[in-house]
């Protein structure tokens, strides 16, 4: 009986002593005081009902995460709230034009194709460890990894005149100065590519890369100009996959999406592959189409869903509020963040610290490169000056990174404020018809009015 006690108080001791181990292995960073009035954000609630009510969008889920005090654990949701619904039909007839009415409600655990934010939390964030693994620099003419890739050219105004070049660099695409045109319609692309075969059954996505890289024109000098491309991000992909040879989804998964250990982030289903998501996933349906058939699960981009077969630069990723809320806590903290541990350590509350980027390497992409001060834009960021008032007038500039996607989805990061604010809607359901901008510009004042730094 002695031996059984002794033994039993031995296990105690271990495990109280795991546990102080487990609990203490955060490093000891003086406390910000920071308050949410939480009180205030009824008034986020009338605004996002309200634009429900108005046919803005069908449904909405709106995340508040404040960083965490010792500067590297996963941040506090102060605000999680799911508004309206995840869908309102299933189908169209085609005959009658009446839809296949089926409501269901939003859940703040929805998954939304989140399209252009894709960019960032995709192909942006993969490209920053491609650039600390030493596979690409910043500097690098894109015809480093895409022979042929043709440079600007000046226009000749007589017989004789010199003809100007200039090399299209990495950072030109990652900030939107490269001069490439910012869209490429499908059905003009399809026509112009059936010279190679039959259009169902030709390599799309080889046809597109050749296309960018020697047959669209060059607008304007790389870094004279400004313009959002989708096309940018779609010649990073193919930089990406060149460079690891490794395609852009797995990729992201294995370098980024499972190191944080995102629940439910995926880039499009591919037919012929093992499906990313249960087959009662909540996701968030996008426009009706065509045919009559509502997006589900597929991606809303009809260059990504059509050309590059959902797996895209410019769009593709799905992912939920909570996901995005680890995305977040991670810039937010410089590049590291604290995840719930497995095993014994995780049953006492233990964390394994994973820093994916180092601090330099977030500073380098949420900042306007030097020489493109006028255009507003980091490396695969928007900064939040000028342009970016769409995220409201109050979150602090000069240290606000944020995107917004064509879906109606957004992600605002302010690492001043310490403060995140990711809204997702599904603006485009059931028809490209609904509008965020407003909503999305109000509900960021009111968050920011909520925020009491003591």
């Not at 109606?408 to 490209?432: E, M």
Request: hydrophobic share 40%; with cysteine; net charge neutral.
């Amino acid at each position: 009986m002695k031996r059984v006690v002794c033994w039993v108080a031995t296990l105690l001791v271990l495990l109280v002593l795991g546990l102080h181990v487990f609990q203490n292995d955060k490093p000891q960073i003086e406390s910000k005081p920071f308050k949410f009035n939480v009180e205030r954000m009824a008034l986020a609630d009338s605004v996002i009902n309200q634009s429900i009510a108005d046919d803005d969008f069908p449904g909405a889920v709106l995340c508040v995460v404040k960083r965490a005090d010792d500067g590297e654990s996963m941040g506090e949701i102060v605000y999680l709230k799911a508004y309206g619904s995840r869908q309102v039909c299933t189908a169209r007839d085609t005959s009658s034009g009446k839809f296949v009415s089926d409501t269901i409600p939003m859940t703040t655990d929805a998954i939304f194709d989140l399209a252009s934010v894709s960019k960032c939390v995709g192909t942006t964030l993969s490209f920053m460890r491609v650039l600390e693994d030493g596979l690409v620099r910043l500097t690098d003419n894109v015809s480093r990894y895409l022979p042929g890739f043709k440079p600007w050219e000046s226009t000749p105004e007589k017989k004789g005149d010199r003809i100007e070049r200039r090399n299209i660099t990495v950072t030109n695409l990652l900030n939107h100065t490269s001069g490439l045109p910012s869209y490429v319609g499908v059905p003009g692309f399809l026509a112009r590519f059936e010279q190679y075969g039959d259009p169902l059954k030709l390599n799309l996505r080889d046809s597109l890369t050749a296309y960018l890289t020697d047959g669209l024109p060059r607008l304007n000098r790389p870094g004279e100009v400004m313009r959002y491309s989708c096309l940018n991000f779609i010649t990073l992909q193919t930089i990406i996959e060149r460079t690891t040879g490794q395609r852009l989804d797995h990729f992201a998964k294995k370098e980024v999406f499972d190191k944080l250990r995102l629940k439910n982030t995926w880039y499009n289903w591919i037919a012929g592959s093992e499906r990313p998501y249960a087959a009662d996933a909540k996701i968030v349906p996008t426009e009706v189409q065509p045919d009559g058939k509502v997006l589900v699960g597929e991606v809303h981009d009809p260059l990504a869903r059509v050309v590059n077969g959902g797996v895209s630069g410019n769009a593709g990723v799905f992912s939920t509020a909570e996901d995005l809320a680890v995305v977040a806590s991670l810039m937010l903290n410089d590049g590291v963040i604290r995840l719930p541990a497995d095993g014994i350590k995780g049953f006492f509350g233990g964390t394994d610290r994973v820093r994916l980027y180092s601090k330099n390497t977030v500073d380098a992409f949420t900042r306007i490169p030097a020489g493109y001060e006028e255009h507003g834009r980091a490396l695969g960021w928007d900064i939040g000056v000028g342009h970016g008032s769409y995220m409201g007038e109050l979150l602090t500039p000069g240290s606000l990174v944020n995107h917004s996607g064509y879906t109606g989805t957004s992600i605002a990061i302010n690492q001043k404020d310490g403060i995140a604010i990711i809204f997702l809607t599904n603006r485009v359901h059931p028809f490209d018809d609904g509008a965020v901008g407003r909503a999305r510009a109000t509900v960021s004042n009111i968050v920011v009015s909520a925020m009491d730094h003591q």
